[in-house]
């Protein structure tokens, strides 16, 4: 089965500073991973994904993750953080024996002025 | 291009009353559609997936259910709601042709049971 475990369900960072946000996962079969954005009261919006091609993957507004197959991690960073950056953020993972995307609970990113 | 919509945006009933959800999809054909139910702290719950017209499966069983009368359309639906069914509610879908896509959402429905 799988599972994916975001660590700290809220973080706090300085406008400027690095963002780092965790995701570890669990998947018998090589996994397909996502980051999500979401801004209140609305849906998910992607921010990136790695499906088996190169293990840093660039997304929007300037965050990427990489793919740690040894740490089965998949953490989300941007090198600078922005007012607007402020969302929750969902790590999410499939594979090809699945049509269900488990999300994990999500991290709540505050950016201080 | 690909729009996702979901209706109504709120939604306050009381308890025992029924529920009905709509989602439909624009701009493509054969969707894989889905609900989740996303409650506070506890991330997004997958309740259920459709691949096909009339192809329903369910991850949770609860006194919910959902349909898929036509390719891009998708409901969810109670008889009698409870206290607990209370929730943001998500339709999302994505291409049929490979496990990789990634989920589209709606804007969701905030539903309030009293």
């Known amino acids: 089965a799988q599972s994916v475990t975001q660590l700290g369900s809220h973080v706090s960072v300085s406008e400027g500073a690095l963002v780092l946000l965790r995701c570890n996962y669990s998947?018998?079969?090589?996994?397909?991973l996502f980051w999500y954005v979401q801004y209140p009261n609305q849906g998910l919006q992607l921010l990136l994904k790695?499906?088996?091609?190169?293990?840093l993957v660039k997304g929007i507004n300037g965050f990427e993750a990489e793919f740690k197959k040894s740490e089965t991690s998949f953490h989300l960073t941007k090198p600078s953080a922005h007012m607007s950056d402020a969302a929750e953020y969902f790590c999410?993972?499939?594979?090809?024996?699945?049509?269900?995307?488990?999300f994990g609970t999500g991290t709540r990113l505050k950016v201080l002025a | 291009s690909q729009t996702i919509h979901q209706w109504p945006a709120t939604l306050v009933q009381p308890v025992g009353s029924p529920l009905s959800l709509e989602c439909t999809v624009e701009g493509t054909s054969n969707p894989n559609l889905y609900w989740y139910r996303q409650a506070a702290g506890r991330g997004l719950q997958l309740l259920f997936y459709?691949?096909?017209?009339?192809?329903i499966s369910s991850e949770v069983p609860q006194n919910l259910s959902a349909s898929r009368p036509q390719d891009r359309q998708f409901i969810l639906s109670s008889k009698k709601l409870l206290l607990s069914d209370s929730g943001f509610y998500l339709c999302?879908?994505?291409?049929?042709?490979?496990?990789?896509?990634?989920?589209?959402f709606g804007n969701g429905t905030r539903l309030t049971v009293t």
């Open positions: 790695y499906t088996s091609a190169a293990t």
């Open positions: 999302a879908w994505n291409g049929q042709s490979s496990y990789n896509s990634p989920l589209h």
């Open positions: 999410a993972v499939s594979n090809s024996g699945t049509y269900k995307y488990i």
């Open positions: 459709s691949v096909g017209i009339g192809q």
């Open positions: 998947s018998s079969v090589p996994p397909y």
